[in-house]
């Protein structure tokens, strides 16, 4: 029966290619050796003419994967011939994770000696050094690459605003339990290193050798129990020597014994 304009025309499955479940077994064992085919899972038509059928797989390392085996019937043909065999996943079958380019996998600390991490040339972190007041003309920066004068680019307002992020939301940041328990700020330690430019509001370099971030970039509401003002308790302090005790034996009394 005619379906209205919109209503879509739904066309039933070929008896022929619906039924031709031995004919699609056969073309997959020609195909893959029938170890690896297991039982016939059902047929779905894919359209006029077209049907897949599916069948389990029994290769190892493929639990809940099937086999679809698609098969085409021509109008007055007897015989139904081949169009395609995959093999496809099922609800529960294992599949390799989705594709991660390689520079959003690199990690800090994955770089090893002689490893290259290039940038591409077009990086929003970096803009030319001269737009950043460092190089008054673009003419020069030829000169400036070749006698290494200089640098060619320098970090963007993008490229801080970043690195203030990550510093701050990491190790080195407020919110992390040693800061939570310091007994100062970074910003009032003596051993903390002024950063210069727009990042000193924000953040400095610990200098002292004993603290955990020796080296590092903090930010000033960090802190750790390194604090150069920190101060032991009374309760804190080791208890004090008793006296010395002093030998009073004489050389007669030692005689004696």
């Known amino acids: ?18 039924r031709a479940t031995d004919a699609a077994r056969t073309a997959l064992v020609e195909q893959v050796g ?3 085919v297991g039982e016939h899972l059902g047929a779905e038509p894919e359209g006029e003419g077209v049907v897949t059928h599916t069948f389990a797989c029994t290769q190892r390392g493929y639990l809940g994967w099937t086999w679809a085996v698609t098969i085409a019937h021509a109008p007055g043909e007897p ?17 390799a994770p989705a594709w991660v380019p ?5 990690q800090p600390g994955d770089l090893s000696p002689g490893d290259l991490l290039p940038t591409d040339e077009d990086d929003p972190r970096l803009v030319p050094t001269y737009l950043a007041g460092e190089q008054p003309d673009q003419d020069e920066k030829p000169v400036v690459d070749e006698l290494g004068l200089g640098r060619a680019r320098v970090l963007s307002i993008e490229g801080r605003d970043l690195a203030a ?17 310091a007994p100062g700020r970074c910003e009032g330690c003596g051993f903390l290193v002024r950063l210069a430019g727009p990042l000193a509001t924000m ?21 750790c129990g ?15 020597l008793p006296d010395h005790a002093f030998d009073t034996l004489s050389v007669d009394d030692y005689e004696v014994f």
């Not at 496809?88 to 294992?94: K, N, Q, R, S, T």
């Not at 920190?230 to 208890?239: E, S």
């Open 1 to 18: 029966m005619p379906m209205g304009d919109n209503h879509p025309v739904i066309s039933t499955a070929d008896p022929v290619a619906q």
């Open 34 to 36: 029938a170890d690896v």
């Open 79 to 95: 015989e139904v011939t081949l169009d395609e065999i995959v093999l496809l996943p099922g609800e529960d079958a294992i599949v």
């Open 102 to 106: 390689w520079r959003d996998r690199i």
């Open 165 to 181: 992020e990550r510093w701050y939301a990491g190790v080195q940041g407020p919110d992390v339990p040693i800061a939570q328990s």
């Open 203 to 223: 953040f400095g370099v610990c200098a002292n050798e004993f603290a955990n971030d020796d080296g590092k970039v903090v930010s000033l509401n960090h802190g």
């Open 226 to 240: 390194a604090h150069s003002e920190a101060q032991l308790r009374k309760k804190q302090l080791p208890p004090p």
